[in-house]
Structures are given as structure tokens and as C-alpha cells.
């Protein structure tokens, strides 16, 4: 047989079980993943800092880290200032909020309007906000956003340009309106229509 054609067997056999391998042992081969929102000035919560996964399945009892993620911002400039509030199932414990890039001492969580100085600067993803997590149930906990409870522009939830922060840009929820959640842990995604209604049932009680 020819050498030739051998060898080039011998690699194909090889790069096969490289990959079984790989699939075996929970190791994911890469394959593109892009960003659940690709519209401008979208604020979403993600399990990772590349703004692709809204919904993912946890442990119970184990923490685990949600990032509050501005994607794709018209602003060049970036961010000098953002505010928003975010609501989520009372059985998701939230054990520390950290804002990226604020040095001030005060803030009320979940209710936000942080100013920023030196501005967070332009990315395609623009990291604004750690929630470091932990769950005792394996039920399904929603997580969105809405305009923070005194907002600036009413009705809306907004950044600064990070150049001039008298320019407030407009922001969308990731999933395209405030009464959708943005995020799931331990749920199936895109939410069901009634289970996001009986979701925002019991997240505006808990908010009244």
C-alpha cells in the first residue's frame, strides 16, 4: 500500500479520536458561538463574559458568577455612568455585587445609577457588573431588567458616553422588552409566554 495514503489514514484515525476524546470528557470543541443580542446598546445578564449564554443549568448549593453585559454600544466613547435595576427570584441569593470601574462606597442593589470615573472603555461586549451567586433549588429562577426606580429618562434604562456624559444613550433589554427575562438559571430558553406572565406576577408583588 502506498506510504502516502497510509500516513494520510493514520492522521485522519487520529484527529477521529481526538475528538471522541475530547466529547468524552466534557471537553467542548468550539463551534462559533455568537452573541444572543446582535442590536445596538443591548443590556443583558450572561453566564459568560462573551455575552452568549443567557440560560445555563447550575448546582445546587454551589456559587456561581452572572455578568451584567452591555453589548454592541453606539457610544465609541464607552461608559461613564449606567442605570438600571434588576429583579430575580427571591430563591436566587445574590452574595456580592461588584460594579466594574466604580470607586464609590454606596449603592443600593438591585436598584443601580453608578457614574464612572475613568469611563469602562468601548468594547464589543462592555462588562459593567459581577453577581456572584448561589441556588438551593432546582426550580427554575428567572432574572430582567427594568428602569431603575427613579430614572433619569422615564421609562427607560440608559448609559453615558463615555466622552460626554451628557449624551444618555438609550439601552434594550437583551431579550427586547422589560417584561421578558433576560436571564434562566436552571430554566429552558427563550421563556415560555406563560411562564414569563406568571413570573412578572410574582416579581412585581415581591416589588410593590
Given at each position: 500500500?502506498?506510504?502516502?495514503i ?29 452573541q ?32 451584567l ?66 441556588v ?34 438609550t ?38
Open positions: 500500500m502506498d506510504r502516502a497510509t500516513r494520510g489514514h493514520v492522521i485522519k484515525n487520529i484527529a477521529v479520536m481526538l475528538v471522541v476524546i475530547l466529547i468524552s470528557t466534557g471537553i467542548q470543541v468550539s463551534q462559533g458561538v455568537t444572543v443580542d446582535p442590536d445596538p446598546d443591548g443590556l443583558g445578564i450572561y453566564f459568560d463574559l462573551e455575552a452568549t449564554v443567557n440560560c445555563n443549568t447550575v448546582p445546587m448549593a454551589e456559587m456561581f458568577d452572572l455578568y453585559l452591555l453589548t454592541n454600544a453606539s457610544a465609541s466613547g464607552g461608559v461613564s455612568g449606567w442605570e438600571c435595576q434588576i429583579q430575580y427570584d427571591p430563591d436566587l441569593w445574590v452574595l456580592l455585587w461588584y460594579p466594574v470601574g466604580y470607586s464609590g462606597s454606596f449603592f443600593t442593589p438591585p436598584d443601580f445609577a453608578l457614574g464612572l470615573v475613568p469611563p469602562l472603555p468601548w468594547a464589543p461586549v462592555i462588562h459593567l457588573l459581577t453577581m456572584t451567586c448561589i438551593f433549588s432546582p426550580e427554575c429562577l428567572w432574572l430582567s431588567i427594568v428602569p431603575y426606580s427613579n430614572p433619569i429618562i422615564p421609562g427607560e434604562i440608559v448609559y453615558a458616553d463615555g466622552s460626554d456624559p451628557w449624551n444618555l444613550i439601552m434594550h433589554p437583551s431579550t427586547g422588552g422589560f417584561d421578558i427575562p433576560v436571564a434562566g438559571v436552571n430554566c429552558d430558553c427563550p421563556p415560555p409566554i406563560e411562564t414569563t406572565a406568571a413570573t412578572w406576577g410574582s416579581m412585581k408583588a415581591l416589588y410593590h
